[in-house]
């Protein structure tokens, strides 16, 4: 069994069987991780360069880990102290990393579809860390992981995803995963932030009431909102929106069941989540930052076979 | 095709072995026993099923390991990971090693790269079904052998199990 696509650009491109592939690799990379030595030699041979054009802690680090974790060789870029501030284009940047045999590229870019673009003019096998606000896969994976963990299957799961859906790409890239997965998917938030089209678009109902998706949900994955995204004022505030949608233990404590809260990181603690919230026992979020690295070990070994 | 062992030659070979290796470890608990992922599995639960019944299961250790992630051929193509589940420090043990077929040794080569990531055995030992002599191309040898077959390389070993192809039984195969 081989993944149908030789880059990982986006969830979009992927059928089930791939995902289950993907999922079932990363729970044997999870064992892994728990042995005395948590490290295989199975791309002993694969150089990987991490470029990447935009912040990130989690991400980055959880990338770095995996190669280090498979025994790949690394290299980590970002775009502050580099030579795009001397005006490289992007891809006379990737073609000079590459003429270094790169067998791998790992990027984040803030334009979406910056890696599909590398990807038509470059050999080596690319993984989309974070596209714009397109598609984000491997945290959608990473999620999907923590569902499945955490619930046994994502068949007939219903998940919500609250927030900041317009500018998300962590939204965008769960939706397709989990319709494509068999999960039911609600989005919620202030109307200013869910795409017009949206229920047209994807296989997703649309709810801008909070306290009625989480009276529905099993799953509630909660996003950031996105000030560097936005360029126009879509909410007159934070605090009026954390009043709205923020999800506080209050309102979790007047639900008639218990509902699991995900969010991808970094929190905006009073924002979106009330810090009750986000430590309490039904938060998973730790789980996903932990589960991360043994999914992105699987992607990476699954698509450096292809590399030659 | 060519029937190597028939169901009650494997059910008194696995008897054998069980009792060699009783016989070779009278600590038990000293020692622990590892199937090699996917089809070692077969043969291993039948080995530990075996000396258990003999000695009083209470005190086996008895552990799986998937052997993917430390193969030597991974450029060549993929390989879909097996469950490993060892759930006990192998750290001055006497490890025993259960595989259904040793041929090229390539497999024992990688499963002893992946056990010594669980720690330091005092000593590791093999237990094969069918031995495929003077077909090694790297120097390891079993320890306990069920039969040893001579075979060239166009020919092929499959062992059957009632569990999984509803018989017992090993055959060659000419391909």
Not at chain 1, 32 to 51: F, G, H
Not at chain 1, 135 to 155: I, R, V, Y
Not at chain 1, 253 to 274: A, C, F, Q, W, Y
Request: charged residues 20%.
């Amino acid at each position: 069994m081989t993944l149908s696509t030789r880059h990982l650009l986006g969830i979009k491109d992927l059928n089930a069987q791939d995902i289950s592939l993907i999922l079932q690799t990363a729970q044997q990379f999870k064992e892994v991780l728990q042995r005395p030595i948590k490290k295989v030699p199975s791309l002993r041979d694969i150089t990987i360069v991490n470029l990447f054009f935009e912040n990130s802690t989690r991400t980055r680090i959880s990338f770095e880990l995996a190669e280090k974790r498979l025994s790949a060789d690394t290299i980590s870029f970002s775009a502050s102290g580099s030579s795009v501030s001397k005006g490289e284009t992007l891809l006379d940047t990737v073609n000079n990393i590459l003429s270094m045999k790169v067998d791998m590229v790992v990027m984040r870019h803030s334009a979406s579809g910056a890696p599909h673009f590398l990807a038509k003019h470059i050999p080596a096998a690319i993984i989309n860390a974070g596209d714009g606000i397109n598609e984000h896969p491997t945290q959608a994976l990473l999620d999907a992981f923590s569902m499945q963990e955490k619930f046994g299957s994502l068949q007939g799961l219903k998940v919500a995803i609250i927030g900041d859906i317009m500018h998300s790409r962590v939204a965008q890239s769960n939706i397709y995963l989990l319709s494509k997965m068999g999960a039911e998917v609600v989005v919620c938030g202030p109307p200013t932030l869910i795409p017009k089209y949206i229920a047209q678009a994807f296989d997703v109902r649309v709810e801008y009431n909070l306290q009625k998706t989480l009276e529905w949900c099993d799953v509630a994955n909660v996003l950031r909102i996105q000030l560097e995204r936005q360029n126009q004022v879509l909410f007159s505030s934070l605090r009026e929106y954390n009043l709205a949608y923020g999800i506080s233990k209050n309102i979790l404590n007047g639900l008639s069941k218990s509902v699991t809260i995900m969010h991808p990181g970094p929190i905006n603690r009073g924002v979106e989540l009330d810090s009750d919230v986000a430590d309490s026992d039904q938060s998973i979020i730790l789980q996903q930052v932990e589960n991360g690295v043994a999914v992105r070990m699987a992607v990476l070994y699954l698509l450096a076979n292809r590399t030659n | 095709m060519k029937s190597i062992l028939n169901q009650q030659q494997i059910q008194l070979t696995i008897k054998r072995l069980a009792n060699q290796i009783i016989e070779d470890h009278t600590d038990l608990y000293q020692t622990v026993l590892i199937g090699i992922q996917p089809r070692g599995i077969y043969f291993s639960d039948r080995v530990v099923a075996e000396i258990s019944a003999e000695i009083g299961s209470a005190t086996i250790n008895y552990g799986k390991l998937d052997i993917t992630f430390y193969r030597d051929d991974l450029r060549t193509g993929i390989h879909v990971p097996n469950k490993t589940s060892i759930d006990f420090s192998i750290e001055g043990k006497k490890v025993i090693l259960i595989d259904d077929v040793l041929y090229t040794g390539r497999t024992i080569r990688a499963s002893l790269d992946a056990l010594m990531d669980f720690g330091r055995p005092e000593k590791v030992e093999l237990v094969v079904l069918i031995d495929r002599r003077y077909s090694r191309q790297l120097p390891i040898q079993p320890d306990y052998i069920g039969k040893s077959i001579d075979s060239i390389v166009s020919q092929k070993v499959k062992v059957l199990w009632q569990e999984r192809d509803g018989k017992d039984e090993v055959v060659l195969l000419d391909e």
